[in-house]
């Protein structure tokens, strides 16, 4: 796996001709950048300016344009196993069914390493500034998990002025510090922003490894009017209305960029942002405290299939970037990424350790990100609590089932990026190869 020696040889060539680092094995500490890892909540592929330029996302735009725009960025169909695979570069059906769909279930052990324990391990601060999502009781909340600061809200999407959870749930208090409940004034965008930059305004000596997922663009949608009038040219009300909450998203996503090249420490920062996993489409409303209201067609997934929950590429292909000045080169990296792969890569970058006694599911994209050539690998997807949609690629296969009582269905992604035309009735044999690796990664499940 990634933490072989012949890896690291490997990653000291590549590394060593890229002079990215004086030594790859382990940074030293004047090497450390600050770390900065945003997550938007439930932002669709056509739900940035790059895609749609009807949606005003400058500074994602401009951070997209000055460093990697990464064309293929995987993710799982919702909230909670996409932040399982980000904090412990494993796929969530290793943890059991509960990880594998939104839940305010303990995701993970204590003994688990996360990508902060790892990095704080290493030397860094580690702070989370928005939702969590991994458990949603204060005993089981960040900073059980190796961050030294968190706030925000311990269970999922909220009410973005009430800052409570679904009320119907007993997890409805759940805005924090440091998982202590608090009541506050403001917009939770706003609230967890400011927060985000207090911390690297505060960065004096250590590296920060600052992670923000934020509660937005996830409905419930409540945008003030500065926001609403920047998307006037947008005739929907409903689309104008979330394209809103992506330009507000936007502007604070450049105040903390901004801090981060400002603070203190005097460290270089790599920004990553990422959606979650594809947009939802379509609202009910009335789930969330109010106002939550209903929309329709107020996100989107186009040109990709499907949404949210599924593991068609618009549920799992999302937005996604690297920014790092004068060392990541203005590019597109077309080679298919995963969540799971930011565990090893920013453990790297960090001069940290992977834990040698885990198979991890992903590894170490740096090189990808510095243009070399991706090897043929396999990707992996269970959503559901019954593990009901299943998906994997392979080179540029995908099978997928997305339904427990659907068939299984074949595409190749190089011909066919929009799953127009399933080929598992003219290619039987390609198709049971690809329900052998199937049945082979399902052998690492959590039972």
Not at 82 to 104: D, E, I, K, W
Not at 196 to 215: G, S, T
Request: proline fraction near 7%.
């Amino acid at each position: 796996m990634t933490n072989t020696p012949a890896f690291r040889r490997l990653l000291l060539l590549v590394f060593g001709a890229c002079s990215v680092f004086g030594s790859m094995s382990a940074a030293e500490e004047t090497e450390q950048p600050n770390i900065v890892l945003i997550i938007s909540d439930d932002q669709g592929w056509n739900d940035i300016g790059y895609h749609d330029p009807d949606i005003k996302s400058p500074t994602l735009d401009r951070l997209a344009a000055e460093g990697v725009r990464l064309d293929w960025q995987y993710v799982m169909p919702q909230c909670t196993p996409t932040r399982v695979c980000l904090m412990t570069g494993r796929y969530p059906s290793r943890f059991g069914n509960h990880c594998c769909r939104a839940s305010n279930e303990h995701a993970f052990s204590f003994d688990t390493p996360t990508l902060a324990s790892v990095l704080k391990a290493a030397g860094y601060r580690t702070a989370l500034c928005g939702k969590w999502h991994l458990g949603s009781k204060p005993e089981w909340g960040p900073n059980h998990h190796g961050f030294d600061h968190s706030y925000g809200s311990l269970a999922g999407a909220i009410g973005m002025y009430d800052h409570r959870y679904r009320l119907s749930s007993p997890f409805v208090v759940t805005w924090h510090r440091n998982h202590e409940f608090i009541e506050e004034q403001g917009h939770a965008t706003d609230l967890v922003t400011a927060e985000a930059v207090k911390l690297l305004e505060d960065a004096r000596d250590q590296p920060l490894f600052l992670y923000v997922p934020f509660q937005s663009v996830h409905n419930p949608i409540v945008e003030e009017d500065k926001w609403i009038e920047q998307n006037s040219h947008i005739e929907s009300p409903d689309r104008r209305l979330y394209a809103a909450a992506v330009t507000h998203m936007d502007d604070c996503v450049r105040q903390i960029v901004e801090a981060s090249q400002n603070a203190p420490n005097g460290r270089e920062s790599l920004v990553v942002f990422i959606s979650d996993n594809g947009a939802v489409v379509n609202s009910s409303g009335n789930v969330y405290p109010p106002p939550d209201p209903k929309l329709s067609n107020f996100s989107s997934n186009k040109p990709l299939r499907s949404s949210k929950t599924h593991v068609y590429e618009g549920g799992i292909r999302v937005p996604a970037l690297a920014w790092w000045p004068g060392r990541l080169e203005p590019s597109v990296c077309k080679a298919p990424l995963h969540a799971v792969d930011w565990f090893a890569t920013l453990v790297e970058v960090g001069g940290a350790e992977l834990p040698a006694d885990i198979a991890f599911d992903g590894q170490n994209i740096w090189p990808q990100l510095t243009g070399e050539p991706a090897d043929q690998r396999e990707l992996y997807w269970v959503w559901g609590g019954n593990r009901d949609r299943v998906a994997l690629r392979a080179g540029d296969w995908k099978v997928l089932r997305d339904g427990r009582k659907k068939q299984w269905e074949l595409y190749n992604l190089k011909d066919d990026p929009y799953e127009k035309n399933n080929l598992a009735s003219t290619n039987p044999e390609r198709l049971e190869e690809m329900l052998d690796k199937v049945r082979e990664q399902k052998l690492g499940d959590a039972s």
